[in-house]
Each structure stands twice: as C-alpha cells, then as structure tokens.
C-alpha cells in the first residue's frame, strides 16, 4: 500500500483528474477533502460518491463557514483591506481555511502529503502551499500541475475517459469560477480581453442595475467593536447576517467590481467580482470608523489596510505580520459599535445616517449657528503658527531672490 496523500478537492475536471494520477504516478492512496465555504450545494452534492468513483479511497466534506466569515472574513473587513483598490479578497480569504482545514484532515488520517489542483500561473498555488508551510512543514506537498504532461481541458478530459472515469465536461469552458459566501469571481474566456464588456448573462449574484426594482430599500446595519451583528435591529450569526445581505444586495444589482489586478507570479490578469453583501458591510463599516476614529488614527490604519491587503492577496495569513496588524486593528475596533442606515438603489449604496455611543462628533462645536464654545478668533493664532514654515520660506525666497543678479 502507498502513502496516503490528502487532496484539496472540489469535483471538478482538474481534481477528477488528479485522483487516479495519484495513484498511477506516486503509488499513493487518495483521500479527498471538500470544505463548505458557502459555494452552495449545487457543488457539493454527491461530492463523496464522485471521489470514490475516481479512485479516492473516501472524501470528507466540512462545513467552514461560519469559521470563514468570523476569522477570516470579520477580521479583513475590520481593517479595512482592500486589493488593486477595489477587490474585496473572497477568493484570497477562503483558500487559508481550506488548506488549514486540509492539514487538520491529514493530520487526523495519518497521511504523509498533501496535494492540491492549482495551476503554476496562478495564486492559489502560492496561498494553499504557505498555509502547509506553516502548519504542516513535515508534510510533502505534490502539485500534479507542475508536474504531469497535461496541457488542457481536453487532455484531462481525453485521460478520465481512458481510465472509465465519467466525467461531465466539455473542452471549452467559457468562464472560470470560484463561489463562496462572500463572493463569486469569473475569469476567462472573453474577459481575458481587458477592453471587453462582461456579457449580462456572466453575473450569478447581482442583477443588472438597469433591471434593479425601481423602489429603493433601506437597511441599518448595526455592530459591536467593528463587526456585524444585525441587520434591521435584528441579531444574525455571521453566516445568516451575510447571507442576507448577499439576497438583498444583489437584488439592487449592488457589488459588482471589473478588475485588472496583478497576480502574485507577476502578470496582470483581468478578475469579475460580485460581493454584493460585502460591499454594503465595507461601506457601513467605513462610516462609522469615520464617526468614531480620529484622524490620526484612521490616517495609519488606511496605511496599515494596504498591507493587510497585500498579505492576505498573497497568502501570508499564517504570519507574525498578521497578528501584529490585527492587534492594531483590533485596538481601533474597541470603539467601532453602532448602526449606519445606508440605502440601496440601482447598483449603488447611499449612506442616510450613522450613530454610536463612542461618537467624536460634536454638533455643539460643528454648529454654524451662534455657539458659545467655540471661540472663533482663536483661529487666527492657530492659522499662523500652522502657517509659520510656509511665510519663513516665503521670506527666504523673497531675500534670495533679491540677491540674485539680473542678467
């Protein structure tokens, strides 16, 4: 018998495919592993059946979700941290827990490596490979697509066909999709032209906004130290709070992001996002930083988001620099409780009010009506002491100028 190696396995035709190339080209046994971060049943059914059928010698499929949005998905929109300014990291977040839910399986089946379907070009290889790296350095990891001969989609389907493996697959595949509970992504096929328009039939989650219903919908959003906690006054889990907020959001065609990012391996790829729930919580939560943070500190944090966007786009969830980010975060968050009323209409969100306990701001010097707190003459000391450096320098211009002789 051969070593067990654990496959990060999703059913489709690349990791059908890897089960009996396991078994022919490292003798090994399968065991696959599915994780539920809310891509739906539609792609969970008969998962277990399908990996046996391959040749795996079982599959176990966890439910992760609520671990997802609390420890991966809370703590990212937290800090605010957001890639290529516009993408809001679902794919990025969800690989992590996978491969740490992976590990955890290895581990309880006493396997000795680890295997994943990812392609040499892309970034998932490196997010699920620094995952193992940091909880399972003792396992061997084994990436079929940097080793096998295959090119495409036809040789796998040509393979699975030859080994009497049914597989439900075409040669072309127009889009390339990864679906979870925070988003849904498309690559491929037109979009791989940056000029091109994605077609109105690509999106999943999100109406058109053209198609939108015609009447807008308020929402109030409430939450405690920076995370989400209810919708309309009323409490949610994580996995309902976000769930709802997908129905509702896409419904108003809310969440749609056209991308040009550039991958960790260094080429430029063109990414179709819809967040349609997330959307809507980045920018309540970004209100009431607003109402509550300082300005210094929300200057350093919007600095600290793009690093905290860069690690997670890159899969350094597992590192001494995320733990440090998240204690600053966390420190920020202690004051972030409150509810933001936001609107949705026609693919836009539309900030109504925001209040908090922890409020900085205050209508009794913010007034321009009469007030007897602030005394405005005091402004003019102020203005020049703010102003010293820049009349010093004007001075000095002024006297050396004069000192130049003309032509």
Not at 89 to 102: C, D, E, F, K, N
Request: proline residues 5%; contains cysteine.
């Amino acid at each position: 018998m051969g070593q067990l190696v654990v496959l990060a396995y999703s059913g489709g035709l690349d990791t059908s495919a890897i089960v009996p190339w396991l078994k022919e080209h490292h003798h090994a046994r399968v065991l696959c592993y599915a994780a539920d971060v809310g891509q739906g049943d539609g792609e969970l059914a008969g998962l277990e059946e399908k990996a046996v059928r391959s040749g795996a010698v079982g599959c176990v499929v966890e439910d992760l979700r609520e671990r997802f949005v609390t420890d991966f998905v809370f703590p990212t929109l937290k800090a605010g941290a957001v890639y290529a300014r516009t993408y809001l990291l679902g794919t990025s977040m969800a690989r992590p827990v996978i491969a740490a839910g992976q590990v955890a399986a290895a581990r309880d089946a006493g396997a000795a490596a680890l295997a994943h379907g990812c392609t040499g070009k892309g970034n998932d290889q490196v997010r699920f490979e620094l995952t193992y790296a940091a909880l399972a350095p003792d396992l061997e990891v084994i990436a079929p697509w940097r080793e096998w001969s295959f090119r495409g989609r036809e040789d796998l389907i040509a393979y699975l066909k030859a080994k009497n493996i049914p597989v439900q697959a075409s040669a072309e595949k127009p889009y390339s999709r990864d679906r979870n509970l925070w988003h849904l992504s498309h690559e491929g096929g037109i979009l791989e032209d940056p000029a091109a328009e994605p077609p109105k039939d690509l999106f999943l989650l999100t109406r058109d906004p053209a198609d939108a219903p015609d009447s807008p919908e308020e929402l109030a959003l409430g939450f405690e130290e920076g995370t989400p906690v209810s919708v309309d006054s009323v409490p949610l889990g994580p996995v309902e709070l976000v769930a709802q907020l997908n129905e509702v959001a896409g419904l108003h065609g809310v969440g749609r992001a056209d991308v040009v990012e550039d991958r960790l391996v260094g080429m430029k790829s063109r990414g179709v996002y819809e967040t349609p729930g997330g959307t809507v919580l980045r920018a309540a939560h970004r209100e009431l930083e607003q109402l509550v943070l300082d300005r210094r500190s929300l200057s350093l944090k919007d600095l600290l988001a793009a690093k905290y966007a860069d690690l997670v786009y890159e899969g350094r969830w597992w590192s001494t620099e995320r733990e440090a980010l998240d204690a600053f975060v966390n420190q920020t968050q202690r004051r972030v409780t409150g509810t933001v009323r936001l609107r949705l209409y026609k693919g836009t969100v539309t900030i109504l009010g925001r209040e908090s306990p922890f409020s900085l701001y205050s209508e009794a010097h913010a007034t321009f009506g009469a007030d007897d707190i602030y005394r405005q003459a005091d402004a003019a000391g102020f203005i020049r002491l703010f102003g010293l450096p820049i009349r010093i320098g004007a001075q000095v211009k002024a006297r050396t100028d004069a000192e130049v002789p003309a032509d």
